[in-house]
């Protein structure tokens, strides 16, 4: 059972997820007084609220320690998954070598930098060279793009997806002929068909965005690439209290971490510097 189940109101569910708590662990160790404060609700609420959420997480935990412990993974087997990681070439070449091949899936990179140096440009760059057929040496997915800024440009998009069939074409030459599915890939109109794309609003609608991606990429497993740009831009707008902004941004970089591993991808959130 997660946050988003638990037998309370509505209203008491979405002030638990605006306010970070992400997990039936996180929401268990609050205490009743801090919690009253964060969700702005009297304590005896907030103590029946700690009282479903405790009996909900001993109950998810019934099968002992082995429902969550699952075993110990050796050290040769983590070497060899880190060797075997597949990644995402990013455009650049020195870019590429810097971080070992390019974006490696099971991990979250961050991109940070100021206003105008590229950080979007990079992660549309990246939406479509995740969608590099395999034959070519791409990972031949589709791509999850989370806009909080307005940022996305889709006439820009078609222009990189342009320039990226070109450079296949260059060095594939007779990738179109080997099959028909060739053809109808390398247009344009494919690439952006393969960008989901999520319009972001506010803190609160970023978070549920990230919570729901779970249920999301177990329906659309193809997604190899997640990118969000940027991850604090809502985050630096609407929080005064900065204690809490780091609780709730821990919390989500904690769930992104977790999605890249469980399902094979890479998470690319972008941060302006002033973060």
Same mark, same amino acid.
């Given at each position: 059972?997660?946050?988003?189940?638990?037998?309370?109101?509505?209203?008491?569910?979405?002030?638990?997820?605006?306010?970070?708590?992400?997990?039936?662990?996180?929401?268990?160790?609050?205490?009743?007084?801090?919690?009253?404060?964060?969700?702005?609700?009297?304590?005896?609420?907030?103590?029946?609220? =700690?009282? +479903?959420? #405790?009996?909900?997480?001993?109950?998810? %935990?019934?099968? /002992?320690?082995? !429902? @969550?412990?699952?075993?110990?993974?050796?050290?040769?087997?983590?070497?060899?998954?880190?060797?075997?990681?597949?990644?995402?070439?990013?455009?650049?070449?020195?870019?590429?070598?810097?971080?070992?091949?390019?974006?490696?899936?099971?991990?979250?990179?961050?991109?940070?930098?100021?206003?105008?140096?590229?950080?979007?440009?990079?992660?549309?760059? =990246?939406? +479509?060279? #995740?969608?590099?057929?395999?034959?070519? %040496?791409?990972? /031949?997915?589709? !791509? @999850?793009?989370?806009?909080?800024?307005?940022?996305?440009?889709?006439?820009?998009?078609?222009?990189?997806?342009?320039?990226?069939?070109?450079?296949?074409?260059?060095?594939?030459?007779?990738?179109?002929?080997?099959?028909?599915?060739?053809?109808?890939?390398?247009?344009?109109?494919?690439?952006?068909?393969?960008?989901?794309?999520?319009?972001?609003?506010?803190?609160?609608?970023?978070?549920?965005?990230?919570?729901?991606?779970?249920?999301?990429?177990?329906?659309?497993?193809?997604?190899?690439?997640?990118?969000?740009?940027?991850?604090?831009?809502?985050?630096?707008?609407?929080?005064?209290?900065?204690?809490?902004?780091?609780?709730?941004?821990?919390?989500?970089?904690?769930?992104?971490?977790?999605?890249?591993?469980?399902?094979?991808?890479?998470?690319?959130?972008?941060?302006?510097?002033?973060?």
């Amino acid at each position: 059972m997660e946050i988003a189940d638990l037998p309370i109101c509505t209203s008491h569910r979405a002030k638990l997820l605006a306010a970070g708590y992400s997990s039936l662990a996180a929401l268990s160790a609050a205490d009743p007084p801090r919690l009253a404060l964060d969700l702005n609700i009297e304590i005896p609420e907030a103590e029946d609220i =700690l009282k +479903i959420a #405790v009996c909900a997480n001993k109950f998810k %935990g019934a099968d /002992g320690p082995s !429902s @969550v412990i699952k075993g110990a993974q050796n050290a040769w087997d983590m070497l060899s998954d880190e060797q075997s990681r597949k990644h995402i070439n990013t455009g650049s070449g020195d870019l590429n070598n810097i971080l070992g091949g390019g974006i490696h899936c099971k991990e979250v990179t961050e991109i940070g930098g100021v206003p105008g140096i590229g950080k979007t440009q990079l992660g549309i760059q =990246l939406a +479509i060279n #995740v969608q590099i057929p395999v034959e070519c %040496g791409g990972l /031949g997915g589709k !791509s @999850v793009y989370i806009d909080t800024e307005g940022s996305f440009m889709v006439e820009r998009v078609y222009q990189i997806a342009e320039g990226c069939i070109s450079d296949i074409l260059e060095y594939f030459p007779h990738y179109q002929n080997k099959a028909p599915s060739g053809q109808e890939k390398l247009k344009p109109e494919s690439f952006l068909a393969d960008i989901y794309y999520f319009r972001i609003c506010s803190y609160t609608e970023q978070i549920a965005v990230i919570n729901y991606l779970e249920k999301f990429l177990g329906e659309h497993k193809d997604v190899r690439i997640v990118i969000i740009d940027s991850v604090t831009f809502h985050f630096r707008q609407d929080f005064d209290d900065m204690a809490l902004r780091t609780r709730v941004l821990s919390g989500l970089s904690l769930k992104l971490m977790k999605l890249a591993k469980t399902y094979n991808l890479a998470i690319g959130p972008v941060c302006h510097s002033s973060c």
